[in-house]
């Protein structure tokens, strides 16, 4: 866009004639444009494409028949089985989590909810390697409580208890987070009506709250399924890597990486780069139709 | 139900029911899950007193692993505060084909288990990878030095500057670089003495941003990183490390280095957050 500032007003001829070349400029010119646009599809497609074509060469680099094998291995099924059912267990936890942390703070004024709303945020600054450490020096062997857990044999560190607190660690903001700010947005009038009509507390929150809340829950649940899927760090800590046992899709994917089975690595991984296709494809989708009822995308 | 109630008082009243429970609900759900296990690492650390601390944290494999992480992450940081700049400018300013796959590529990294994109990126980076073989006969090695960490935590670190570098420009009113414009500057003096100050602070947050991220990775570096101890050896694979040799105190004295380190770089990421706001609250 070029602004030509002789055009509004009109000047003696002299004073025109010397000013008409004066461009001014509010953009780079096009060779400038053209030069940014190109570095930046440049980028994109060797940083961020280069990598995720990768793993879909690789994972075919030795036909249909090595990935489909690769896949029907027993110890990636039991991988993927545990990967599953730990997701279902810590985004059902973190949805509960969340909902009760949105309510209390973005529906009431109190001392320390600001504190609170930190503290929420703790998990994503702190290395995955630390929470599973933290679970291990609780619940490890010489942990502070594992004379209590050998006494009574129960297991938390390398078995499901400690991949799930684990994993929940590092999810935890996911769905506070997107339904604390959208709460806020939308403001208390509705819940407030319902009160004063006669409803309950539960009514309320069943058919006022929750409905309004819906696409934010269904947003926060798809980024924190998608982490908790494809955590790798803090698992890592706390699995053990028992094969067919304690190891997640991710920890197989290392394991047979680091046995020189790169076919089957890439095949493993191929189907986790699903899972990020898929989770950024119905994230966009979502921001698309239901953008007012999103917290990322409402202030747009 | 005045002022001064809700002043004596530590909680504004409200006709919602309810708060009891879900505070109660978030309080416990946080302590048992957060608190009290970072708490336990902290306790670890200093059941000994602050001796066994300073000794374990002070060992020269230890301190040449932060050096490494440090380095590594603050210069990654800073290409991603470059190239996020560059990437946020594009997608804001120029209208190009292709726009939206671009916008969707740049939430990859968010997204793809950084396991995934460690095998990833040390199969493209390696001395017969895809880009490692162009790079081989320049004498440029990535994958397995501490060239590759670099790598790795630019591309993990990257989605933090866009996404908050982009609302900002987007939000940005032109008539200043008009005005600017008119009053004989040119595009270059425009960007370095309007624009620039106006990102300055989201700039600064996604840099902040994508060093804490950096700081503490794992899952994508320590395949393309080699791990030699004292030279491509990252602070949290120490930890493991440690861990593994049932060094509990040892590993534990890291964390909680790590996790002050973490602390300091999230209230300054508050901060500046605060100063993004009232920058642009008008």
């Keep these: ?300 | 139900m005045t002022q001064a109630g809700w002043i004596s008082g530590w909680r504004k009243p409200s006709v919602l029911p309810g708060f009891g429970p879900a505070l109660g609900t978030t309080l416990a759900y946080l302590s048992l899950f957060v608190i009290i296990p970072l708490g336990a690492m902290v306790l670890t650390t200093f059941a000994h007193g602050w001796a066994d601390f300073v000794g374990a944290v002070l060992q020269p494999r230890v301190l040449a692993a932060f050096r490494v992480t440090l380095l590594c992450a603050f210069g990654a940081a800073a290409l991603c505060a470059l190239f996020g700049l560059l990437l946020a400018w594009v997608l804001v300013r120029y209208p190009f084909p292709g726009h939206r796959l671009v916008d969707a590529a740049v939430d990859l990294p968010f997204a793809l288990p950084t396991a995934v994109a460690g095998i990833a990126l040390t199969s493209l980076y390696a001395p017969n990878g895809w880009i490692g073989a162009l790079l081989a006969p320049l004498g440029i090695q990535v994958a397995f030095t501490p060239l590759g960490i670099l790598v790795a935590l630019t591309f993990v670190g990257l989605p933090f500057v866009v996404r908050t570098v982009q609302p900002v420009l987007q939000d940005l009113e032109r008539e200043q670089e008009e005005a600017s414009a008119i009053l004989g500057a040119t595009r270059l003096q425009t960007f370095t003495r309007v624009i620039m100050p106006a990102l300055a602070p989201a700039l600064l947050t996604g840099f902040a941003m994508a060093l804490a991220r950096g700081l503490g990775e794992y899952g994508s570096v320590i395949f393309i990183a080699g791990n030699k101890p004292m030279v491509s050896e990252i602070v949290p694979l120490l930890i493991v490390i440690e861990l593994e040799q049932f060094n509990y105190a040892g590993a534990a004295a890291i964390g909680t280095l790590m996790l002050a380190v973490a602390f300091v770089l999230l209230f300054a990421i508050n901060r500046l957050q605060r100063w993004t706001r009232l920058q642009h609250a008008d």
Excluded at chain 1, 33 to 53: D, I, K, V
Excluded at chain 1, 56 to 68: E, H, I, K, P, S
Excluded at chain 1, 133 to 155: C, E, I, S
């Design chain 1, 1 to 300: 866009m070029r602004i030509d500032v002789n055009q509004p007003r009109p000047a003696p001829a002299a004073a025109a004639s010397a000013m008409s070349r004066r461009v001014v400029r509010v953009t780079e010119s096009a060779p400038v444009r053209w030069a940014l646009t190109a570095a930046a599809l440049g980028f994109t497609f060797l940083f961020l494409l280069l990598p995720l074509a990768s793993v879909v060469v690789q994972a075919f680099a030795a036909g249909l028949d090595t990935y489909l094998s690769a896949l029907a291995d027993p110890d990636t099924l039991s991988a993927i089985r545990l990967t599953v059912i730990v997701a279902l267990i810590a985004v059902a936890l973190n949805v509960v989590f969340g909902v009760a942390a949105a309510w209390c703070i973005a529906r009431f004024t109190f001392r320390g909810r600001n504190l609170l709303v930190t503290l929420i945020d703790v998990p994503f600054s702190v290395s995955p390697v630390i929470a599973g450490m933290v679970q291990v020096l609780l619940f490890g062997l010489r942990g502070w409580l594992g004379p209590l857990l050998q006494q009574h044999d129960l297991r938390v560190v390398f078995a499901l208890p400690g991949i799930v607190l684990a994993t929940v660690f590092v999810t935890l903001p996911f769905v506070a987070r997107e339904l604390i700010p959208l709460m806020e947005e939308q403001g208390a009038e509705e819940e407030e009506a319902a009160i004063s009509l006669g409803a309950s507390g539960w009514q309320t929150f069943l058919r006022v709250t929750l409905p309004n809340l819906r696409w934010g829950l269904l947003y926060g649940v798809l980024l924190c399924n998608a982490r908790a899927m494809g955590e790798f760090g803090a698992v890592s800590v706390v699995s053990g890597h028992i094969r067919g046992a304690t190891n997640t899709m991710p920890l197989q994917v290392e394991i047979l990486f680091n046995d020189y089975q790169i076919e089957a690595a890439f095949a493993v991984a191929s189907l986790l780069a699903l899972l990020a296709l898929v989770t950024l494809g119905a994230k966009l989708l979502l921001e698309w139709r239901h953008a007012s009822e999103l917290a990322a995308t409402r202030r747009r």
